[in-house]
């Protein structure tokens, strides 16, 4: 009967509007370690000790602060005169856990509130390290737990998430990765534990509250976390911050084991049903029964605030999948900016991914870059290298891979600007409130459209401008064209690209080489060959199937010893294992190669047979700057042809490439005479000048809108 009222009492709120995103937190200097103490004489004073070392390792005004209950005040005489310093509140009355923790907030002089177990041993750096995490949008931070006995198994690390599986929901916590702690870095989870975290204190008196109906303990901070998301505001793991429990101690001494698991058991139900919808049979709240009109009155209140939440569907089954570097500037230090991607790009497995990587590197100088990307899982140990410079990066899936959507430009952007996407999009546009948003790829046009007026201004990076020409009417033109008009710059990697845009905020970013990446040695004399170009992106794929089927055969007549090395990316092999033009002699295949410079350095010269490209060819660059002649197509020179290369050879089909390549082949003097690199006429083509004109840009865009 319970659930049914409720069930309805959410949909008539739905019919609400919902409440702004929390506003951005101050939290001044100073921290309170907070202990909520009952019953646990024999570990206080440990406790407290510890406490006292971590506290004298932090360089701001602190105070230590216990809240007793249900023992007279001279039950702690020894303990006081032990730690003068300690300001002790008595209550003579038991109090459960978070009757203890809000009495203590109404007495804390500090903001920064740093929950602390009387069974919870800190470590000396424990409280300074959460503190570095402290930001306008993080609502707690919690430590790392060790059980004191190291060969338990960690079934509590102090880093929790959750699964939804339907209507069921777990929520455990993981084993943390050691690479975090040792580079210094946080992750985002599900919530903070109220043993040994940092808190807001003001935001953390009003979720506790709300949460008494889960007295005496177990589940009340799992709800302040899932308060905080749906608020707008995040929950942060420190895991270089290191506590040890000595686990369930102190509440031993008040609960049999066997209470302790049933209240467990309880608490976990009612958590679940008050944060992830009403079950068939609403779990007692309390430990006596509560009439049938007052919970209700109680619970329906309850209802109708989380039905108005701003993120209701927070937090995502991605929340775990954030990683932060370094802690959130202040709000004044840089300008803010949110790149998207529907893409994997680190580490860098295609051209618009190495694009990329120097891109957002270079501006991570100036601005503070916090990275949202699909394709989650195609990120692994190789990516952290490459996360150091952003603020904050955040992953997702959820982008169905649909076959037919990939020669379908409609299809293709409403399948890449998936629901998913947006709304982490919408919650990282609140919460971090940046002063601007960058889409990557023309794949994510329509995002703008969905999400509506943001009140700041966006860009679209298009690696590919796919229009039939200026003023194209396709219905795949009209569709990216209405959409792309809707951003306030819209940048090309190509002069050519730049004419078909028609746009009033277009700009060129060219792509280009990293100047001191590539040292310059003559080409030798082997007849070797290089192709670099992802498998994936299906123009790779069907120029080398040209360049096999109608060049390789001729050459490998004319010089017997030829090879050609093709770096397809991942599973590049896999790919090649099904048609038979890779089958043919001197033709090696190879997956992912995360530095192509040894791969250059021993081939003659570099292919790249591309037909219909958009764009700009990154290898074809990176080929010429290492001193190595390219062969490409009219098409595939794209961006490069006009600017006098000496080393860019061109011909208008792949299959004219023969007469190219074997000259090459044959005259190497005449070979490395074109191949030296051309310092003056790399130069507009370097990463660190396309840097300084997006930055450029950005400025402009930026400060236009303040």
Known sequence: MISRLLRSVRWLATRLPRRAPHAPLAWGRGLTVLVPERGGFAFLGATLQAAERALAHCDEPSELLVVTSGAPREAYTELAL???????????????????????????????????????????????????????????????????????????????DLQRCGDRVEVWDHEPDALDADAGWARSHLYAGGGSSLFHGPTLRRYARASRVYRPFYFEDAEWGVRAWRDGLEVLFAP??????????????????????????????????????????WPPSDAAPVARWTRLRREA???????????????????????????????????????????????????????????????????????????????????????????SIHLVGGRSEVREVLTDRVARVRNHSHATLGAELSRLIAVRRPHLVQVEFVELCDLRRQLGPCGVPWAISL??????????????????????????????????????LDHPGAALVRNGIDGARFRYLPSPAEPRLLFLGPFRYPPNLEGIRRYLEHVHPRLLARFPGIAIDLLGGVGAREVAARESCFAQPGVAVHDYVEDVGPWLERSALTLNPQLSIRGSSVKLIESLAAG????????GARGFAQAGFAGLLTAPRIEDFAVLIEELLLDVERRRTLERPDAERLQPFTWQHAVQEQARVWRSLIEAQR
């Open 628 to 635: 190595r002649v390219c062969v490409s197509t009219d098409d």
């Open 82 to 160: 032990a730690h003068p310093a300690v300001r002790w509140i008595h209550v003579a009355a038991g109090l459960h856990f978070l009757g203890a923790v809000e009495r203590g907030l109404r007495h804390a002089r500090f903001e920064a509130v740093y929950l602390l177990n009387s069974d919870m041993l800190l470590e000396e750096g424990a409280l300074r390290e959460v503190l570095r995490w402290r930001g306008a949008s993080v609502f707690a931070v919690a430590s790392q737990i060790f059980f004191a006995d190291p060969k338990r198994r960690r079934e509590e690390t102090g880093w929790t």
């Open 463 to 500: 690696h590919d401008v796919l229009f039939d020409g200026v003023g194209g009417t396709s219905e795949a033109d009209r569709y990216e064209r209405e959409r792309i008009l809707q951003h306030e710059v819209a940048f090309a990697c190509s002069e050519e690209d730049l004419a078909l």
């Open 240 to 281: 270089g911050s290191r506590a040890h429990h000595l686990h369930r101690k102190s509440a031993l001494q008040l609960y049999s084991s066997e209470q302790i698991d049933g209240i467990a058991r309880r608490n976990e139900a009612l958590f679940l049903a008050r944060s992830f919808r009403a079950p068939d049979r």
């Open 301 to 391: 209140r309850w209802a109708l605030h989380e039905a108005r939440d701003p993120f209701p569907a927070a937090p995502s089954p991605f929340v775990r999948r954030a990683s932060l570097p370094r802690p959130l500037r202040a709000r004044g230090d840089r300008s803010r900016v949110l790149v998207v991607s529907p893409y994997a790009l680190f580490p860098p497995a295609h051209g618009g991914a190495v694009r990329l990587r120097h891109l957002l590197h270079g501006l991570a100088a100036e601005f503070e870059i916090s990275l949202l990307s699909d394709e989650q899982q195609l990120y692994g140990a190789r990516s952290r290298a490459y996360f150091e410079p952003f603020a």
